[in-house]
């Protein structure tokens, strides 16, 4: 059976606080061990006033006290913000702290503007094309005999599982170069998710860490008891999509009746576009675009967002997904891979 995992982006919503949002991560990582979810990552993201995972090891660890058996991770760390040795020691750190159940996520995206860019790194020198030679020195510090003088303590010996995150081709072709798994960012930039897993899969090489492929596609999930309250609660999520691309990102606001109607052309074609990879409705119709969803990608597991202002309607969303997947008949879908 296909599994579920959770993608969080901590939010805060509009008259919250971080302290609040931090809490309510907790609480959706506790009822998603409950609910059979496989993973529970955090998203870095930096200057953005709805989005309270800046600090994404330090959460982690937060998420870490408070559950026992969920596997926890970044999806993803923005390694051009930082030294590759700093999150070895970061994520060598998490590993000894919860043994077993830590996953490290990597993007070459800055995660936030320019302008935060440049104030997270003092400089811009660090560069982007530089992810791939990154990666592996990072990799090299979780060897049992790492080749670098240099040590990561804690870290070395540690193997912490990496993953590469990507919403283009290039991620794809480094997943597959190095032979690790491959997390493609669907849930907002779903344009070249085919081509990205068809290039994956083609050209994946087995490594020490993973002999064949493996894909995880991000999939956001709006449910509720009914299609129209579900297409009532996605609306804060609209709303944030809106507000980012014109260049005023927001909390999360509360839900709006009636908003599509409300947008003009250029705004609902880019919603369709970037949340061209949801289901939202009741548990009937999320459970046929799930079905739907998988059977046209092939994935090999699903990592669910559901961006939902109410947070007891969030976790209600995530409970109807979890038995959908436990009840559902997902298990014999015949994927249409090439």
């Known amino acids: 059976m296909i599994p579920f995992s959770i993608l969080d982006l901590a939010p805060i919503t509009e008259g919250s ?14 009822h998603g061990e409950r609910w059979g979810y496989h993973r529970f990552w955090l998203a870095e993201h930096h200057g953005m006033p709805g989005i309270a995972s800046a600090a994404t090891a330090v959460l982690i660890a937060h998420v870490g006290n408070g559950t026992s058996t969920i596997r926890l991770g970044a999806g993803g760390i923005m390694l051009p913000n930082h030294s590759p040795l700093v999150i070895a020691e970061q994520f060598g750190t998490l590993e000894s702290l919860f043994p077993g159940r830590i996953d490290l996520g990597l993007g070459r995206a800055p995660g936030s503007d320019h302008a935060t860019a440049r104030a997270l790194r003092r400089n811009l020198a660090s560069d982007a094309d530089e992810f791939p030679q990154d990666v592996v020195e990072l990799m090299d510090y979780f060897a049992d005999a790492p080749r670098r003088h240099v040590r990561a303590v804690p870290g070395a010996g540690l ?17 597959a170069m190095l032979g690790l798994p491959y997390a493609f960012a669907s849930h907002f930039a779903p344009q070249m998710m085919m081509q990205a897993i068809e290039i994956y899969r083609a050209s994946f090489r087995p490594s020490a860490q993973l002999d064949k492929p493996y894909v995880m596609l991000g999939f956001n999930v ?12 996605a609306t804060s999520m609209q709303q944030a999509f809106v507000n980012l691309r014109s260049g005023h990102p ?8 009636g ?6 052309p250029g705004e609902r074609g880019m919603l369709d576009g970037v949340l061209s990879c949801s289901a939202i409705g009741s548990p009937e119709t999320v459970e046929r675009q799930l079905r739907d969803f998988i059977a046209r990608t092939g994935a090999d597991e699903l990592m669910i967002t559901s961006q939902i202002y109410d947070h007891a309607a969030r976790l209600r969303s995530y409970e109807i997904a979890a038995e959908i997947r436990r009840n559902g008949d997902l298990a014999n879908i015949q994927p249409a891979r090439p």
Do not use: C, N
């Not at 606080?17 to 506790?30: C, G, H, K």
């Open 17 to 30: 606080d971080a302290a609040e949002s931090f809490r309510r991560s907790l609480d959706l990582a506790q």
């Open 222 to 233: 709006f449910a509720a008891e009914t299609d129209a309250e579900a297409q009532w609660r």
């Open 250 to 257: 927001t909390r999360l606001k509360p839900p709006v009746e």
């Open 259 to 264: 908003y599509l109607d409300l947008l003009g």
């Open 159 to 175: 193997k912490v599982p990496v993953w590469i995150l990507g919403s283009s081709l290039f991620g794809a072709q480094l997943a």
